[in-house]
């Protein structure tokens, strides 16, 4: 395996060939995601909460694997795990529920209305920074750097932000068949979310 050192998140390989991505606190990732040899191609779940944070899980899944990320499922619509998706060329395909795809979106187009007010998020990172050098309580201490961390990631990559949304949308469960294993999308309907999907790796006793 590549020695890899992503800032945002750690890597661990749980399978030959299988990898999860933790977010670290204060980093940029915010979620977490999985990284998945098929043999003949790769395939990630979910893609992160920042552009930053995407484009170091590309870079990661390229020196890991030794190639382009073929296929990226998105699991649901929160932020957390398809902001990052705006990272990853034409040779990745994005897929997710057509309820996923309707719901980034809508959440895309009004998170780039945001992105226009600049000021508005320096300053709130203004005020997160005044608060921290006053609070004495150490849990506050520490959401208010990782919310700083967040705020001050976000910030440097702005101005580049365009969403990047589901290529192909899918209708129940999917499967990927590889050379060295398969790998099922199952869908769960609403729970998490509006509508959640889980990745199952029979092979590995992985979910």
């Known amino acids: 395996m590549h020695k890899v050192s992503p800032k945002h998140f ?5 399978s030959d060939g299988v ?20 043999g003949d191609r790769t395939l990630l779940v979910d ?3 920042t552009l930053a944070a995407g484009r170091e899980l590309r870079a990661t899944a390229e020196a890991l ?3 382009p990320v073929a296929v990226a499922i998105l699991t649901h619509a929160h932020d957390d795990h398809w902001i990052g998706a705006a990272a990853f060329g034409p040779e990745t395909l994005v897929v997710a529920s057509e309820t996923v795809r309707r719901a980034c979106v809508e959440y895309g187009e009004e998170l780039v209305e945001e992105y226009r007010d600049r000021a508005a998020w320096e300053s709130e990172l203004r005020e997160l920074e005044e608060r921290l050098a006053t ?3 150490e849990r506050m201490r520490i959401s208010l750097a990782n919310g700083i961390g967040h705020l001050r990631i976000v910030l440097a990559d702005m101005d580049e932000y365009v969403p990047r ?3 192909a949308t899918r209708t129940g469960e999917l499967v990927f068949r590889g050379s060295k294993r398969d790998v099922e999308v199952r869908a769960l309907g609403r729970g998490h979310s509006a509508d959640d999907a889980a990745v199952l790796l029979p092979g ?4």
Do not use: T
């Open 10 to 14: 750690d890597v661990v390989e749980i």
């Open 19 to 38: 990898f999860a991505c933790i977010h670290k606190p204060g980093g940029g990732a915010l979620s977490n995601a999985g990284l998945i040899d098929l």
């Open 47 to 49: 893609c992160m909460g």
């Open 65 to 67: 694997l030794g190639r």
């Open 135 to 137: 609070e004495k309580d």
């Open 165 to 167: 949304y589901a290529d």
């Open 204 to 207: 590995d006793g992985v979910a």
